[in-house]
């Protein structure tokens, strides 16, 4: 029992690994913020039990089927917030997000309130290692090529992206389809693995969960993403001695980190170090921490 | 770049573009040409409209009338990254490079429209794909050479000094491969030598890399140093155009550069 308390935390570790990397790519390595990543989960969990319920798919058919689904909602969440920047677009994948949760809480065949359960218990340790450790690959062998070279063209500077040929609109969609890809494949193994699923699992709080993973770790690198994830996944677990102070704790650890070392563990590429002397003025100049101001 | 298709010899053809923002003509009928391999420089004094018909070059403004062409092919209405992808590559009167991303990496954004791996040849990367990033690199580190700036290629953008991030913003342009050159400013706020240097770097592009150039400067000397052909524009129009000479010499532009009398 003990072990299996253990083997649950790992799980969880690997499945968040994932949500954070994939959110990453959308507001730290392609600068657009958004507070709707457990929404592309939760249409991954959902699809991905659906198929596996009802259409009797085989479990990496019914992975594939929930992350290329939110893959798509993605994409159609991607095309109308386009214009938006910054806090503007936070609050509209935040909007997103409530829908998603909200049509989940009141479709029939998502058992609605009730929540969907009787999923089978198929992920594994094993699956949700090779499942984050394609997820880590995918998403760093982007970023070294020309098209991560471009979501981060995106993010630095969009008239010049746009005057270097880059087509802003196509890697900003780009950027929300891949990252809800992997969330959407985060939320297959949830749901192969708790066997339980209700719409409120995938509610604002996650995704602000998700958020605060990817700075924490820093914005715009994936190592820092995998420490983040990791971090806030286990912190709780291990503060639960403190019982009733484990939330307390838990917020000022989050206080404590962002006062002493805004730019997160590990510092954005090479783009996040603050340089010597530049502090406040480069804060400014900063995307964003701008928008988030 | 031999420019076949083209009957008149002109890389940018603009025929009577003009471009209004409500009642505001700031651009306004103007005809404009620029040759194969010519150095051209646009003046007038301030709000003259020079930016406003830069922008229309580049798709970053949309022309209210008239017609743009590059090569006779229309190019008026674009958007800016088909334009550069057709072969306008420009710099920015305030600096706009990517300030967080390494020297090179804003370089080899610079050849976005001339490499094509997709989101899959990155995660498959494929020969074809490697060796295209490989080919990405090479002339990446030959532009940032050709401008000297080959020993910093790995520092941060944001950490070059002014002249220099001026010169990496024209090999980043460079990187595009374009038919024509589009400078804004390029001296703006250069001291006297890095003044000088930055006339022979615009020279060296077009006689070494037989590039066409159109740049505004406020800078007479620089202007009137290395511009074949000069059109000045004010208010809105044109009201002269020739060599550096005869601009000089022309009354209309003694007149809107220094007041009433001339």
Redesign the interface.
Known sequence: MFSAYYLQIIILVGINIIMATSLNLITGFTGQLSIGHAAFMSIGAYAAALATLKLGLPFFGSLFFGALLAAFFGVLIGVPTLKLKGDYLAIATLGFGEIVRIVFLNLKITGGAVGLRGVPKNTTILWVIVAAILTIFVLNRILKSRVGRALVAVREDETAAESMGINTTYYKILAFGVGAFFAGLGGGLFSHYFQYIHPNSFGFLRSIEHLCMVVLGGLGNIWGSIIGAAALTAIPEFLRASADYRQLFYGAILVLMMRIRPEGIISGKKSRKIPPGKTSAWRGKNKFLKATR | MSGMNSNNGYVLDAVQVSRNFGGLKAVDNVDFYIKEQEIAGLIGPNGAGKTTLFNLF?G?YQPTGGDIFLQDEKIGGL???QI??KGI??T?QNI???????VL?NV???G??R?K???L???L?CPG?KK??RE?KELALSLLSFVGLDAKKDE?S??LSYGEQRRLEIA?ALA?DPKLLLLDEPAAGMNPQETMNLMQLISRIRDEMQKTILLIEHDMKVVMGISERIAVLNYGKKIAEGTPREIQRDEAVIHAYLGVSA
């Open positions: 580049t970053h958007k800016p990254h550069t992808e590559a420009r920015f706009r490079l990517f300030a967080g991303m390494s990496d080899l954004i610079g976005h429209t490499t791996t997709g989101l040849g990155a995660i990367q794909d295209e990033e990405a941060l944001q950490n980043r595009a």
